[in-house]
């Protein structure tokens, strides 16, 4: 073994040691158990759980997590699902990606582009605000961002805007089990909680099924939303918006790998070429505005926005056909907002200016 090797590992071992020991914090997991409710969060680094009658739940406040709040929770939640996902008229929109568990630098540059205020409230109106995939792994803020955007998806609806938050490839992952991504925190978690972190965000869980109610792909406007986008072969074989939705709830998600292997149609969509996953706008050196505006014809629409490849800043591509807004918000230093207003698309900076496209 060479002394890099082993160097790397000696560090990775001291990192897991030193975690063990901190008193870290972490975001309540709700779980459903026939008529029980039952609340697991780490507090100080230990295991708090609460158990209440399903009818007699009680508003829990848990100081270690602002951004849960439990009057917001909607403990009898909907299974009904509109796999079409278009939205029309909508006179402002917010568009960013790839939090991957950066909650501050996530929340600074909200309140930057006043889409909530200093106290953490919707104050977008009636605009819509995007996330483009990927809230899970790399970070340790993943359960406080999920929890965060449950309660303004609440508080949009109610001032008549909407949250969209839409399925990445982490989000997939996640959920069917390909923890590689995580965070040591949340290793650790798992172990205190004598669960696969997979299984926190189970079909019986509050935010599992709010997640498994989430798109893959969205359109409002003129606009067409997804985590990696649409390539030339999805256009060719004809998905649409709605079909898509359909078959990742239906077929990709909480499927093996080799059952996903089995249908020809799943195998495509959740791999290189399909909307999760696909890089060629940007990685693709053959890719042409020509072939940018035959998906746009085939989608019927006259933008994408995408996130999962990362740039330096928010940027416009091919004449405007395609925006892409993973700005790097991973590394935790800095960020950008796609702002479209008045029919013009802006940079939204984490010092609060917009630049126009």
């Not at 020991?21 to 295991?47: H, M, N, R, S």
């Not at 985590?227 to 499927?255: C, M, V, W």
Request: with cysteine.
């Amino acid at each position: 073994m060479s002394l890099i090797i082993r160097t790397i590992i000696l560090a990775c071992i001291c990192l897991h040691s030193s975690l063990l020991k901190a008193q870290f914090d972490d975001c309540p997991y709700i779980f459903y158990d026939t008529d029980k409710i039952i609340v697991k969060w780490i507090e100080g680094g230990e295991l708090v759980q609460k158990e209440y009658d399903k009818d007699r739940f009680k508003k829990l406040k848990i100081s270690s997590c602002e951004a849960f709040q439990s009057k917001y929770l909607d403990l009898n939640p909907s299974d009904n699902i509109d796999y079409g996902q278009r939205f029309t008229g909508i006179s402002k929109i917010a568009v960013l990606s790839d939090i991957h568990g950066q909650y501050d630098l996530f929340i600074k540059l909200l309140q930057a582009q006043k889409i909530i205020n200093k106290k953490g409230k919707w104050s977008y109106g009636k605009g819509h605000f995007i996330i483009v995939g990927d809230v899970f792994d790399r970070g340790d803020s993943v359960t406080e961002t999920l929890w965060f955007l449950y309660k303004l998806e609440k508080e949009a609806i109610k001032a008549g805007g909407k949250v969209h938050l839409l399925l990445g490839n982490h989000e997939v992952m996640v959920l069917n089990g390909d923890l590689r991504y995580i965070h040591d925190k949340y290793q650790l978690i798992s172990e205190k909680m004598d669960m696969k972190y997979h299984e926190l965000f189970g079909s019986n869980t509050l935010i599992g099924h709010w997640l498994r109610t989430k798109p893959v792909a969205i359109t409002i406007n003129d606009i067409a939303f997804a985590h990696a986008g649409f390539s030339p072969e999805f256009a060719s074989k004809g998905f649409d918006i709605q079909s898509t939705n359909r078959l990742f709830y239906k077929k990709i998600i909480d499927k093996t790998k080799k059952d996903i292997a089995k249908n020809d149609t799943a195998k495509f969509l959740a791999k290189s070429d399909g909307p999760i996953w696909y890089r060629g706008y940007f990685k693709d050196e053959n890719f042409t505005k020509q072939q940018a505006t035959e998906i746009l014809e085939h989608l019927n629409k006259k933008h994408i926005v995408v996130g999962h490849t990362s740039m330096k800043k928010v940027k416009s591509h091919f004449d405007g056909t395609i925006f892409s807004v993973d700005s790097s918000i991973k590394k935790g230093e800095k960020g950008e907002i796609l702002i479209w207003e008045n029919d013009q698309f802006y940079r939204g900076l984490l010092s609060g200016e917009r630049v126009a496209f």
